[in-house]
């Protein structure tokens, strides 16, 4: 378990400082917090500005999404459009899954005769 401290708050005295001067640098704050009897390495100052005072957060844009380069192994790359599906085509899928077997032999049919059309 740590052992309580009973001098002054040291992370608070940073803090402090950083809010009466945010462009100081740890050099500077060691200095004038030394001054004041505080003791600080200027990686401690640099952890505590960091953690509690917070960074600006960098947006970093997405790239631009493209399409993956046919390869070997890879299907070509074809667009997607969106589909509108309805009940009616549900029921006559169903159907037809139901007359070929399933529907992994609906789905291979169904390959087939992509391959024939394009």
């Not at 060691?30 to 003791?39: Q, Y």
């Not at 960074?55 to 993956?68: D, E, F, Q, S, W």
């Not at 599906?85 to 077997?101: M, P, Y």
């Amino acid at each position: 378990m740590a052992k309580k401290s009973s001098g002054p708050n040291k992370s608070q005295a940073i803090r402090d400082y950083y809010t009466a001067n945010p462009t100081a640098k740890p050099k500077e704050v060691a200095a004038e917090l030394k001054k004041a009897g505080l003791d600080v390495s200027t990686a401690f100052i640099s952890t505590i500005r960091s953690t509690t005072m917070g960074k600006k957060k960098k947006t970093v844009k997405a790239a631009p999404r493209t399409a993956a380069k046919p390869g070997p192994g890879r299907p070509p790359v074809t667009a997607k459009k969106a589909v509108s599906i309805s009940i009616d085509s549900l029921v006559k899928a169903k159907g037809l899954v139901k007359e070929l077997g399933g529907i992994d032999n609906a789905m291979a049919t169904l390959s087939a005769l992509k391959r024939l059309t394009d």
